[in-house]
């Protein structure tokens, strides 16, 4: 029944917060004793009373403690990664202040890895346990958006950010350009990982010592064609570590540091604008406003299923900076999109669903789309479809969807 309670969700925006143990320095400097962020539930937390302020509860979907392992965080995710072999668009993406933890959550130390490894090893295990009903190939890319600039990792040496531009096709939305590479196990997805990370945009600030200066875009991309009838499901999984949120004052930022912490906050600013019309349900949603919303237009629109994971320091002096990103995670999860539908072309779309819930030990609920994917507006649930409220959704995957121990084939 686990796939039936995915495709549940219904497309929603799932939000979920974690909380990262005090540093070394923190603790040296008294403030285990005075953390202002408290975890009271497995899904609340509290913001104490400071700076003439009043204290303030927060509600997520799954609040995790300074405790809580990679474990219990992919736990919360996993059951979404069946989604992309069912053809749904997929986004996992972690926001918060610069060094909150976000990098940490996605790609994790060696021998601890985050969201990113435990997600594709659980791709081409669950492709394996479908081989009989299904041929599956996997394509992947590495980008990341610098200064408002699309630069491919995958590809050493100086580039012009300019020639990298996102379009959309028939499949949805794509960078045009982009190197998309083969992948059919855990040594190439590592390879390109490290490939990928070696590139990236990052310097000191004074709130980080390697602070992410762009956002982190790790692509895959899944093909599953049934031996059955042809049919073809098309999934998309972006995995986002985003440039930290920051205030200028308090990242010492100057120069080029200046212009790219300026550029990142216009950029989440501008996620916040697509998050805010979606929540309204407004019929223009401003994916155009930047290339990160326009490349999530068919991961953050209606035909998607998108978790966001705020990390928050429970620091005293980064209390400023946890409550904005725990607003900003708080209308994140008013969101209420319409039913995600699968990306499903040529055949008998029906029995290529009905052959994967059968391969995943459950029974496909939602009608997919006989026509190649494109982007929906955003808008509301229409009229006849209905809508799981949050906490039914919770308490099912509270007791249906945990698991016990992290993927298997995790290189370590």
Same mark, same amino acid.
């Given at each position: +029944? ?42 609340? =937390? ?27 965080? /992919? ?11 069912? %053809? ?57 958006? /610098?200064?408002?600039?699309? /630069? ?19 499949? %949805? ?21 490290? !490939? %990928? ?9 004074? +709130? ?43 990242? %010492?930022?100057?120069?080029? !540091? ?28 401003? /994916? ?105 959704? !919770? ?15 995790? =290189?370590?």
């Amino acid at each position: +029944m686990l796939r039936l309670q995915v495709l549940e969700l219904k497309g929603n925006i799932r939000v979920l917060c974690r909380v990262r143990p005090l540093l070394e320095k923190e603790r040296t400097a008294g403030g285990e004793g005075h953390m202002p962020v408290k975890v009271t539930s497995e899904e609340a =937390l509290r913001v104490a009373a400071m700076d003439n302020k009043a204290e303030k509860d927060f509600e997520f979907d799954r609040v995790l403690a300074p405790d809580e392992g990679q474990d219990k965080l /992919y736990d919360e995710v996993s059951a979404l990664i069946t989604s992309v072999l069912d %053809g749904f668009n997929v986004a996992i993406m972690a926001y918060g202040q610069t060094g909150s933890g976000k990098t940490f959550t996605m790609e994790g130390p060696e021998g601890n890895p985050g969201v990113n490894l435990r997600a594709l090893a659980d791709l081409f295990k669950l492709a394996e346990e479908r081989s009989a009903q299904f041929t599956t190939s996997f394509t992947a890319s590495v980008l990341e958006i /610098y200064n408002e600039q699309i /630069y491919d990792l995958l590809v050493s040496g100086a580039q012009d950010g300019d020639k990298l531009d996102v379009k959309q096709g028939p499949d %949805g939305m794509y960078v045009s350009g982009l190197k998309v590479e083969d992948v059919h196990n855990m040594g190439d997805v590592t390879s390109m990982i490290g !490939r %990928g990370k070696s590139n990236r945009s990052t310097f000191a600030t004074n +709130m980080n010592e390697h602070s992410s200066r762009s956002h982190l875009v790790l692509s895959v991309y899944v093909t599953c064609v049934s031996k059955m009838n042809g049919s073809t499901l098309r999934g998309k999984l972006h995995l986002i570590d985003l440039a930290g949120s920051e205030r200028l004052s308090r990242t %010492g930022a100057q120069g080029d !540091r200046l212009k790219e912490a300026q550029a990142i906050n216009k950029s989440l600013s501008a996620l916040g604008d697509v998050i805010q019309a979606l929540q309204q349900r407004n019929a223009h949603i401003p /994916y155009r406003n930047s290339k990160l919303t326009r490349l999530l237009e068919d991961s953050l629109g209606g035909n998607s299923k998108c978790v966001m994971i705020v990390n928050v320091s429970p620091a005293v002096e980064n209390v400023s900076e946890t409550k904005c990103s725990l607003e900003f995670a708080s209308r994140a999860r008013k969101v209420e999109l319409g039913r995600a539908r699968a990306n499903v072309t040529s055949g008998d779309f029906t029995s290529a669903l009905s052959s994967s819930a059968s391969a995943n030990g459950g029974s496909a609920s939602v009608t997919p789309s006989p026509a190649p994917s494109r982007p929906m507006s955003g808008r509301g649930t229409p009229a006849g479809e209905s809508s799981m409220s949050r906490v039914a959704s !919770r308490e099912t995957m509270n007791s249906q969807m945990r698991r016990s121990s992290g993927p298997t084939g995790i =290189l370590r």
